[in-house]
Structures are given as structure tokens and as C-alpha cells.
């Protein structure tokens, strides 16, 4: 069974500072990953997906996030955070040979951006 | 609607009641996947439905867990005799086929007592 680890449980940053989320997954196949994050009081949504192709993946809001299949990483990065940034992140994977997305969540990151 | 919607938001139970919880996904969206959440921990996948059938009700943890979509739309979670490690964030979530981005609900946090 797959699984996903992300190290950083909470992450505190000033504004204008680089962020860089660790996820790794442990799976040997083919895999589709994600990043979703919850903003406070909202719901959980999509940051940025990797099915295939170009291994660094744009999301919104300066979000990226970089596929590296040696090293079963997919980190999330921005250059510069906001206040608004803060959130809960999660590293997601999801084998897609069962043709629907049984995904596997990491335990999240709590980012929190000081102003 | 415009979005997935979850009801009630919050529920708080005494143990060994029974409680069902409701998903509305987007209309249209044929699959539905159900999660649930403990405190500091990410979502945990429960079950999954295409249209009216439950294809995977594998991460259901026992016999007292069950879900419905009878008519392809609209589901329950349903969990009865309640325990209180059942207290969790229960997430719904659909997607317009099979293999596409899910859109998530806003929770219902359930407290058994």
C-alpha cells in the first residue's frame, strides 16, 4: 500500500520568506500527485496535480511543485509566502491504474506566515 | 449547487446512538468519495461511489460503517452504535468521472460523548 510522509508537521515564516514543503510517498508504480490545501475556515481544495509530463508542476497562487521520480519527491515551493498563505498543506498520491482516485493523504504541514 | 455540501456541520452524539451524515457533491458529478479525518492527521479515504455503486468500501473500519447513493446523487454515511474514537471531521468529496480533480466539502465535525 502506498503511503505519503511529509516532515514538517508546522512550518512558521515571515512574509517575503521562500518556502519549500518536503512529501515523500513510498510506491513503486506509477503514481498521480497532488498538493491540496485548507485555508482557515474554508474547504479542502486543489493546489497543484502531477499526472505526467513536465515534472515541475505550476499551481495557483505562485505555488510549484517539483516531481522527482528518484527520489519518490514531490516538494512544494514559493518564492516569496503572504500572510494569506497560511493554511494547512497536503502531499497526496493516488496509483492510477485503479481508474478512479483512491488517494492517500499525507498528515499535512501547518504553514503560518507571520506579517 | 455550486459547490459539495455536508449536513450537518457539526454533530455531537452520546455514545451507542446511531448518526447519519449527508453529501450533496456537485450536481452532475458522478463519483463520490467519502473520508474521514482525525486531529492532526490527514483525511483517510472511507468509500467510493460510482453513480448508485459503492466500487470500494474498503477503508470502512467495521460492520457498524455503511453508505448509501441510492439514487446516483445525494449520500449517507451512516454510523451506528457510536464509539467515541468515531469523533472525527467526516469529508465528502465528488468529481465529475472517475480519474478527475475532486472538490471537496466543508466537513461535518462529529463528537461522540
Known amino acids: 500500500a502506498q503511503s505519503v510522509s511529509q516532515h514538517n508537521h508546522h512550518v512558521i515564516l515571515s512574509e517575503a520568506a521562500s518556502l519549500e514543503l518536503g512529501c515523500n510517498y513510498s510506491?513503486?508504480?506509477?503514481?498521480?500527485l497532488f498538493w491540496y490545501v485548507q485555508y482557515p475556515g474554508q474547504h479542502l481544495q486543489l493546489l497543484l496535480k502531477?499526472?505526467?509530463?513536465?515534472?515541475l508542476v505550476k499551481g495557483i497562487k505562485g505555488f510549484e511543485a517539483e516531481f522527482i521520480k528518484s527520489k519518490f519527491s514531490f516538494n512544494l515551493r514559493k518564492p516569496s509566502v503572504q500572510w494569506s498563505d497560511t493554511a494547512e498543506y497536503f502531499c497526496?498520491?493516488?496509483?492510477?491504474?485503479?481508474?478512479?482516485?483512491?488517494?492517500?493523504f499525507g498528515t499535512g504541514t501547518k504553514l503560518q506566515v507571520i506579517p | 449547487g455550486a459547490g459539495v455540501s455536508q449536513s450537518p456541520r457539526y454533530k455531537v452524539t452520546k455514545r451507542g446512538q446511531d448518526v447519519a451524515l449527508r453529501c450533496d457533491p456537485i450536481s452532475g458529478h458522478v463519483s463520490l468519495y467519502w473520508y474521514r479525518q482525525a486531529l492532526g492527521q490527514g483525511p483517510e479515504f472511507l468509500t467510493y461511489?460510482?453513480?448508485?455503486?459503492?466500487?470500494?468500501k474498503s477503508g470502512l473500519p467495521n460492520d457498524r460503517f455503511s453508505a448509501e447513493r441510492p439514487e446516483g446523487s445525494i449520500s449517507t454515511l451512516t454510523i451506528q452504535r457510536t464509539e467515541q474514537r468515531d469523533s472525527a471531521m467526516y469529508r465528502c468529496?465528488?468529481?465529475?468521472?472517475?480519474?478527475?480533480?475532486?472538490?471537496f466539502g466543508p466537513g461535518t465535525r462529529l463528537t461522540v460523548t
Open positions: 461511489f460510482n453513480y448508485e455503486a459503492q466500487q470500494d
Open positions: 510506491y513503486g508504480g506509477t503514481v498521480n
Open positions: 497526496a498520491v493516488n496509483p492510477p491504474t485503479r481508474g478512479y482516485q483512491k488517494v492517500t
Open positions: 468529496a465528488s468529481s465529475s468521472d472517475r480519474g478527475y480533480e475532486q472538490y
Open positions: 502531477y499526472f505526467s509530463g513536465d515534472p
